[in-house]
């Protein structure tokens, strides 16, 4: 009943997921299937299971709108091929077609395959149609149930490709868009300052990332993925929301005159750094607007699950979630405003001190005073007071981390090794009045942190403050609090204004 399940069964179906091979050879192209201008009642057959090899031919039909959902009009019929494949872009017309009455009476469809949303103000219709290879273009109309927004067509610009993958591979998919290549070396770090416990690599963490993180379109690559694990509902609205949110990245870059991504780009060539690039200010912002929008048009979709995120790295957890709550309230700040426009437009909107009060600026503090022995082992990192609330927060009570944090008014971060072990230093520098506060609980952090990891704190001669921790290792039996993810997200959200 809302617009995911209008919108996803091009994309959802087992059979179009293998798509059947052409006579001719797999180089010669198939000609796009020709739109439907009239809305026909589908035949009284069952779907088929995920077990039954074929799929009668479905047609465009006019979905009943619910109250507040928009009312969609079928303009094409795009296939989502296989493993590998793209949704190439099509041109679309551009006469307006009035959207088809509401029928009050007619009932519900169960038996219809969910289908897919693509877009933002204006929506893409898709309808499921027998495979072919040659892909074409998402392309449709819709009418808002918000009086504010304009009735209008969108298409995408380019092509979407769209691989299904082995959980695991997926979730090591995610994991590298959001950390880089071998992320791997920096758990040692991370463990040393409280920010994930025990022995964390892809094969501990990759399913887990899977089922929080069902599909995910990656900007950096232009590849939407999904795990092949997630079934029904869940899979057709996370399909729902990655695919709108691929429309709209490419709405922003069309915007700005940005080429789309190279056919080879790889998460794995980032660079992987001890602290990995949240995104801050404008930046986050962006992602979450987006991440908003793009539910908008999926209907009801949960959020996530804090507790689908236990055993996560605490800088993960962090950015996920962030994304995930943060674009409504930021949105609702433009009240009326927004309704007309896209989400870069949305975005780009926003009023800078708004954005540094989500994600206060960072500034570098002094560089440390390493002790005999230990050699740097990367380069040092700013991290900002709202990072930081993750680390003091694994061995603070929430009273204490919150008060620590925003002692911070500069920071870096410098790893280390000392002997084989990873250890870090981090330097602060306190706001102002705030000294006391911030060495007090620094101390007590050494003090709750495992025995294991060596944890000093110390005022160095020009009043700079300094943190020193070492990797306790996978075996630690005192472990970081859980959670504390979740407490910034509130943190951030409650200093975003109420409209």
Same mark, same amino acid.
């Given at each position: 009943?809302?617009?995911?399940?209008?919108?996803?069964?091009?994309?959802?179906?087992?059979?179009?997921?293998?798509?059947?091979?052409?006579?001719?050879?797999?180089?010669?192209?198939?000609?796009?299937?020709?739109?439907?201008?009239?809305?026909?009642?589908?035949?009284?057959?069952?779907?088929?299971?995920?077990?039954?090899?074929?799929?009668?031919?479905?047609?465009?039909?006019?979905?009943?709108?619910?109250?507040?959902?928009?009312?969609?009009?079928?303009?094409?019929?795009?296939?989502?091929?296989?493993? @590998?494949?793209?949704?190439?872009?099509?041109?679309?017309?551009?006469?307006?077609?009035?959207?088809?009455?509401?029928?009050?009476?007619?009932?519900?469809?169960?038996?219809?395959?969910?289908?897919?949303?693509?877009?933002?103000?204006?929506?893409?219709?898709?309808?499921?149609?027998?495979?072919?290879?040659?892909?074409?273009?998402?392309?449709?109309?819709?009418?808002?149930?918000?009086?504010?927004?304009?009735?209008?067509?969108?298409?995408?610009?380019?092509?979407?490709?769209?691989?299904?993958?082995?959980?695991?591979?997926?979730?090591?998919?995610?994991?590298?868009?959001?950390? @880089?290549?071998?992320?791997?070396?920096?758990?040692?770090?991370?463990?040393?300052?409280?920010?994930?416990?025990?022995?964390?690599?892809?094969?501990?963490?990759?399913?887990?990332?899977?089922?929080?993180?069902?599909?995910?379109?990656?900007?950096?690559?232009?590849?939407?993925?999904?795990?092949?694990?997630?079934?029904?509902?869940?899979?057709?609205?996370?399909?729902?929301?990655?695919?709108?949110?691929?429309?709209?990245?490419?709405?922003?870059?069309?915007?700005?005159?940005?080429?789309?991504?190279?056919?080879?780009?790889?998460?794995?060539?980032?660079?992987?750094?001890?602290?990995?690039?949240?995104?801050?200010?404008?930046?986050?912002?962006?992602?979450?607007?987006?991440?908003?929008?793009?539910?908008?048009?999926?209907?009801?979709?949960?959020?996530?699950?804090?507790?689908?995120?236990?055993?996560?790295?605490?800088?993960?957890?962090? /950015?996920?979630?962030?994304?995930?709550?943060? @674009?409504?309230?930021?949105?609702?700040?433009?009240?009326?405003?927004?309704?007309?426009?896209?989400?870069?437009?949305?975005?780009?909107?926003?009023?800078?001190?708004?954005?540094?009060?989500?994600?206060?600026?960072?500034?570098?503090?002094?560089?440390?005073?390493?002790?005999?022995?230990?050699?740097?082992?990367?380069?040092?990192?700013?991290?900002?007071?709202?990072?930081?609330?993750?680390?003091?927060?694994?061995?603070?009570?929430? /009273?204490?981390?919150?008060?620590?944090?925003?002692?911070?008014?500069?920071?870096?971060?410098?790893?280390?090794?000392?002997? /084989?072990?990873?250890?870090?230093?981090?330097?602060?520098?306190?706001?102002?009045?705030?000294?006391?506060?911030?060495?007090?609980?620094?101390?007590?952090?050494?003090?709750?942190?495992?025995?294991?990891?060596?944890?000093?704190?110390?005022?160095?001669?020009? @009043?700079?403050?300094?943190?020193?921790?070492?990797?306790?290792?996978?075996?630690?039996?005192?472990?970081?609090?859980?959670?504390?993810?979740?407490?910034?997200?509130?943190?951030?959200?409650?200093?975003?204004?109420?409209?």
């Amino acid at each position: 009943d809302s617009p995911a399940d209008d919108l996803v069964s091009w994309a959802d179906d087992p059979v179009l997921a293998e798509p059947v091979a052409p006579a001719a050879s797999s180089d010669t192209p198939v000609a796009p299937a020709a739109p439907v201008d009239t809305p026909v009642a589908p035949p009284d057959v069952p779907v088929p299971s995920a077990a039954e090899p074929t799929l009668p031919p479905a047609v465009p039909v006019a979905p009943v709108a619910p109250a507040n959902q928009p009312v969609l009009e079928p303009v094409g019929a795009p296939v989502l091929a296989g493993s @590998g494949t793209s949704i190439v872009p099509s041109a679309a017309p551009d006469t307006a077609v009035p959207p088809p009455a509401p029928v009050a009476a007619e009932p519900a469809l169960p038996s219809l395959p969910p289908v897919m949303p693509v877009v933002t103000t204006p929506v893409q219709t898709a309808v499921a149609t027998p495979p072919v290879t040659a892909p074409m273009a998402p392309t449709a109309r819709a009418t808002s149930s918000a009086a504010a927004r304009k009735r209008t067509k969108k298409k995408f610009d380019d092509a979407v490709d769209y691989d299904v993958l082995p959980a695991a591979e997926h979730g090591a998919v995610v994991l590298q868009s959001h950390f @880089g290549g071998d992320w791997v070396t920096a758990v040692p770090l991370w463990r040393a300052l409280g920010l994930v416990a025990g022995e964390v690599d892809e094969s501990t963490l990759a399913d887990a990332v899977a089922d929080a993180v069902p599909a995910q379109y990656d900007p950096g690559t232009g590849v939407l993925t999904r795990s092949d694990g997630v079934v029904g509902v869940t899979r057709s609205t996370a399909l729902a929301v990655e695919l709108a949110t691929a429309l709209f990245v490419q709405e922003a870059r069309a915007a700005a005159g940005e080429p789309a991504p190279a056919d080879d780009s790889d998460p794995a060539d980032t660079a992987v750094s001890a602290a990995p690039t949240i995104p801050a200010g404008r930046a986050i912002a962006d992602r979450a607007v987006v991440r908003a929008e793009a539910e908008e048009l999926a209907g009801t979709v949960p959020d996530l699950d804090p507790a689908s995120l236990t055993g996560f790295p605490a800088l993960l957890a962090y /950015d996920l979630l962030a994304v995930d709550r943060l @674009g409504e309230p930021l949105v609702a700040t433009l009240g009326e405003a927004a309704a007309d426009q896209l989400p870069h437009e949305i975005a780009a909107a926003l009023d800078d001190a708004l954005l540094d009060a989500v994600e206060p600026p960072v500034t570098a503090a002094p560089a440390p005073s390493l002790a005999d022995g230990d050699t740097l082992d990367g380069d040092a990192t700013s991290w900002g007071r709202d990072l930081w609330y993750l680390a003091l927060g694994a061995y603070l009570a929430p /009273d204490q981390a919150g008060p620590a944090s925003d002692a911070i008014a500069a920071d870096l971060l410098t790893p280390v090794r000392r002997g /084989d072990t990873a250890c870090v230093y981090a330097t602060f520098t306190p706001a102002a009045g705030a000294e006391s506060v911030l060495e007090l609980y620094l101390a007590q952090w050494t003090l709750n942190a495992p025995a294991s990891s060596g944890a000093t704190s110390q005022r160095l001669p020009d @009043g700079t403050l300094q943190l020193v921790a070492c990797d306790p290792g996978a075996g630690a039996t005192t472990l970081p609090r859980t959670g504390v993810a979740t407490e910034l997200v509130d943190r951030v959200v409650a200093r975003v204004p109420a409209p």
